[in-house]
């Protein structure tokens, strides 16, 4: 198959369909047993401070990035679907046991009990990513993989719906009760949030255990070549050195990778402070957008995801880097106006819709495309491992500093975000002719 032949049969996208679509809900879940810590701490109230959920937070992406050292190249070695098995069969334990410690309370010291669990729970997380990226390499034809960039960008909007829109939705049915002026009070501790995630990821381990397959040829279609940095290769795995070689020595990888690292300071720099930062004004069950947030989140990221997506395949030839240079000059642009307008309730709330819009879209075509395009289908595991391993380190710088400086003040929060946005920028705009060449191109 040429890089522009790529009809496939009714029976054959019927069969991706079926493969990809309950592989992306399980992310999606995963999103949920991941950022329902940001709803727990608005919940907690006194009892976790700023600065106390940023270091539970950075202690938990830190693991996260370095996990990916590991189980980028496994997740290479053994396939994508037994990750995704490892990663909600351990998510959903570990968010039991988070729901538990909080339905309990045990004499322990409550920030270093979350620490070493969200820890944990954050290692396997870091399968997810990894394996709906690696299994989908092998299913998707270059050409298409924007429009796949912005349904990976669709199911990131759906997990952090599930994780803040849902989520919020549990601790005000379960753990609140309504004042005389009609506002809710939380009056429980907030375990349901971490229980309703790990019943739900069980009941897709079961799913994907049954449904999901790594390539085509597992699934009863023929195998094709993808186009990608692999094509001109056979399916034989690359040793683990070798694999190693061929993502860090890519410069376009790595720019890449260096893009992430922003997007991760920019992403979560947004989506978790935003609504902290309503809580703490006073205003966030009475202004649409706080009390929406999730909603919100998903309909900004869902339609950044598929513009990206359309506009790269589309508009840009299958580039990347030009859309990713687009949505970065939003972000900055968004980050100086809310720098002015932290007080003014509808200008920092479309800020931070615009940014979300932006940066998610970007995300799902660097880490959901970009990686299966310079990575190959053979090494999309460690590509993306990288990849989204500097997305939370840029989430771990982020955590542990605004959780520090929005404890000074609050007027420190956006200026952080621009040296980054002004980075994104500057890098996207480096790759903006990149394109992958496998050894056919050559």
Same mark, same amino acid.
């Given at each position: 198959?040429?890089?522009?032949?790529?009809?496939?049969?009714?029976?054959?996208?019927?069969?991706?369909?079926?493969?990809?679509?309950?592989?992306?809900?399980?992310?999606?879940?995963?999103?949920?047993?991941?950022?329902?810590?940001?709803?727990?701490?608005?919940?907690?109230?006194?009892?976790?401070?700023?600065?106390?959920?940023?270091?539970?937070?950075?202690?938990?992406?830190?693991?996260?990035?370095?996990?990916?050292?590991?189980?980028?190249?496994?997740?290479?070695?053994?396939?994508?679907?037994?990750?995704?098995?490892?990663?909600?069969?351990?998510?959903?334990v570990?968010?039991?046991?988070?729901g538990l410690?909080?339905?309990?309370?045990?004499?322990?010291?409550?920030?270093?009990?979350?620490?070493i669990?969200?820890?944990?729970n954050?290692?396997?997380?870091?399968?997810g990513?990894?394996?709906?990226?690696?299994?989908n390499?092998?299913?998707?034809?270059?050409?298409?993989?924007?429009?796949?960039?912005?349904?990976?960008g669709?199911?990131?909007?759906?997990?952090?719906?599930?994780?803040?829109?849902?989520?919020?939705?549990?601790?005000?049915?379960?753990?609140?009760?309504?004042?005389?002026?009609?506002?809710?009070?939380?009056?429980?501790?907030?375990?349901?949030?971490?229980?309703?995630?790990?019943?739900?990821?069980?009941?897709f381990?079961?799913?994907?255990?049954?449904?999901?397959?790594?390539?085509?040829?597992e699934?009863?279609?023929?195998?094709?070549?993808?186009?990608?940095?692999?094509?001109?290769?056979?399916?034989?795995?690359?040793?683990?050195?070798?694999?190693?070689?061929?993502?860090v020595?890519?410069?376009?990888?790595?720019?890449?990778?260096?893009?992430?690292?922003?997007?991760?300071?920019?992403?979560?720099?947004?989506?978790h402070?935003?609504?902290?930062?309503?809580?703490?004004?006073?205003?966030?069950?009475d202004?649409?957008?706080?009390?929406?947030w #999730?909603?919100?989140?998903?309909?900004?990221?869902?339609?950044?995801?598929?513009?990206?997506?359309w506009?790269?395949?589309?508009?840009?030839?299958?580039?990347?880097?030009?859309?990713?240079?687009?949505?970065?000059?939003?972000?900055?642009?968004?980050?100086?106006v809310?720098?002015?307008?932290?007080?003014?309730?509808?200008?920092?709330?479309?800020?931070?819709?615009?940014?979300?819009?932006?940066?998610?879209?970007?995300?799902?075509?660097?880490? #959901?495309?970009?990686?299966?395009?310079?990575?190959?289908?053979?090494?999309?595991?460690?590509?993306?491992?990288?990849?989204?391993?500097l997305?939370?380190?840029?989430?771990?710088l982020?955590?542990?500093?605004?959780?520090?400086?929005?404890?000074?003040?609050?007027?420190?929060?956006?200026?952080?975000?621009?040296?980054?946005?002004?980075?994104?920028?500057?890098?996207?705009?480096?790759?903006?002719?990149?394109?992958?060449?496998?050894?056919?191109a050559?």
């Open positions: 198959m040429t890089l522009d032949a790529i009809e496939h049969s009714v029976s054959y996208r019927r069969r991706r369909i079926l493969n990809w679509l309950p592989l992306g809900l399980t992310y999606a879940l995963l999103y949920m047993g991941r950022y329902n810590l940001t709803v727990s701490k608005n919940a907690f109230g006194d009892l976790m401070t700023k600065s106390e959920f940023g270091t539970i937070f950075f202690f938990g992406t830190v693991t996260y990035a370095v996990a990916f050292l590991l189980n980028g190249p496994l997740t290479d070695k053994i396939g994508g679907r037994k990750a995704i098995l490892i990663a909600a069969a351990g998510a959903a570990m968010n039991l046991l988070m410690f909080t339905y309990f309370k045990p004499a322990l010291n409550m920030i270093v009990a979350f620490s669990l969200y820890s944990i954050m290692y396997f997380q870091s399968f990513a990894v394996s709906i990226v690696k299994v390499a092998s299913w998707f034809h270059v050409r298409e993989r924007g429009i796949f960039g912005g349904i990976f669709v199911l990131i909007s759906a997990g952090i719906f599930l994780a803040f829109q849902v989520g919020q939705f549990i601790v005000d049915r379960f753990h609140s009760a309504p004042q005389a002026d009609g506002t809710l009070v939380v009056t429980s501790a907030p375990y349901m949030v971490f229980f309703v995630p790990s019943v739900l990821l069980v009941m381990w079961v799913i994907d255990f049954f449904v999901v397959r790594n390539r085509p040829s699934a009863g279609h023929e195998n094709f070549d993808t186009g990608d940095a692999s094509s001109g290769e056979d399916d034989t795995p690359d040793p683990l050195a070798v694999i190693l070689k061929k993502v020595t890519n410069p376009i990888v790595l720019t890449i990778g260096a893009i992430e690292f922003c997007t991760g300071v920019l992403r979560n720099g947004i989506m402070w935003y609504i902290i930062y309503g809580k703490e004004m006073g205003y966030f069950y202004f649409v957008i706080t009390r929406n #999730g909603l919100v989140l998903f309909l900004a990221g869902a339609t950044g995801g598929m513009t990206a997506g506009m790269s395949d589309k508009v840009f030839g299958s580039r990347r880097g030009p859309v990713a240079g687009i949505l970065y000059a939003l972000i900055l642009v968004s980050a100086v809310m720098t002015f307008s932290l007080h003014n309730v509808w200008i920092l709330g479309i800020c931070a819709v615009a940014i979300s819009y932006a940066v998610i879209g970007a995300h799902g075509m660097l880490s #959901g495309t970009a990686t299966q395009d310079f990575g190959g289908r053979k090494n999309a595991g460690t590509a993306v491992g990288l990849i989204d391993g997305v939370y380190l840029g989430t771990g982020q955590a542990i500093c605004l959780g520090f400086l929005t404890e000074k003040s609050w007027s420190f929060w956006p200026p952080f975000l621009i040296p980054f946005a002004v980075m994104g920028l500057l890098l996207a705009w480096k790759i903006r002719h990149a394109i992958p060449k496998g050894k056919k050559h």
